[in-house]
T-cell receptor, first 114, second 111 residues
Framework: NAGVTQTPKFRVLKTGQSMTLLCAQD?????MYWYRQDPGMGLRLIHY???????AKGEVPDGYNVSRLKKQNFLLGLESAAPSQTSVYFC?????????????FGEGSRLTVL | TQLLEQSPQFLSIQEGENLTVYCNSS?????LQWYRQEPGEGPVLLVT?????EVKKLKRLTFQFGDARKDSSLHITAAQPGDTGLYLC???????????FGAGTRLFVKA
């Protein structure tokens, strides 16, 4: 089972460039999430989706956009990358409508913005 | 804004020692999770607690949810080097779909 797959795993960008991170899950989960992880700050929620065609802002949404055109995919876009967006990005999916909060994570995408 | 505070932030102990990690908040959570993360990987779920006062055991790990569902603790008995990692608590709020995380406790167990 693939679970949650993120691509790419590593990327280096110059300030002002754009890119998209792709997350795919094969568990038929309704909920999907994008987090960023920085040293000493744990995981911070960027955007999330409670179903196909829906998105919502998390704790730190500025500078990012997302789309959920298909239930299994959740895309995170950076329109104009900034050095402050250097981080490790994790995608996660959640499995049940009762919202017990249990999440399944991908392996992460390490982004460096120069 | 819901916040989860974990303590200690860093813990280095000898193999065989016991330890407790705390996760505290002023907010009530409908459920709380503990995850473990190893370098270069995503967090992996250890346990979910839902009921106030609930205690769950996973081999040498004991998890407790506070009576008021605002805090939780993770106790490890006779720690082993394989327990080394980043332990994260996470809470799902009532009436919402967002799961928030604490900053984590980095545990290092020396052989």
């Amino acid at each position: 089972n693939a679970g949650v797959t993120q691509t790419p795993k590593f990327r280096v960008l110059k300030t002002g460039q754009s890119m998209t991170l792709l997350c795919a899950q094969d568990m038929n989960h309704e909920y999907m999430y994008w987090y960023r992880q920085d040293p000493g700050m744990g995981l911070r929620l960027i955007h999330y989706s409670v179903g196909e065609g829906t998105t919502a802002k998390g704790e730190v949404p500025d500078g990012y956009n997302v789309s959920r055109l298909k239930k299994q995919n959740f895309l995170l876009g950076l329109e104009s990358a900034a050095p402050s967006q250097t981080s490790v990005y994790f995608c996660a999916s959640g499995r049940d409508r009762e919202n017990t909060g249990e999440l399944f994570f991908g392996e992460g995408s390490r982004l460096t913005v120069l | 804004t819901q916040l989860l505070e974990q303590s200690p932030q860093f813990l280095s102990i000898q193999e065989g020692e016991n330890l407790t990690v705390y996760c505290n908040s002023s907010s009530v959570f409908s459920s709380l999770q503990w995850y473990r993360q190893e370098p270069g990987e995503g967090p992996v779920l250890l346990v979910t607690v839902v009921t106030g006062g609930e205690v769950k055991k996973l081999k040498r790990l004991t998890f407790q949810f506070g009576d008021a569902r605002k805090d939780s603790s993770l106790h490890i008995t006779a720690a082993q080097p394989g327990d080394t990692g980043l332990y994260l608590c996470a809470g799902a709020g009532t009436g919402g779909f967002k799961t928030i995380f604490g900053a984590g406790t980095r545990l290092f167990v020396k052989a």
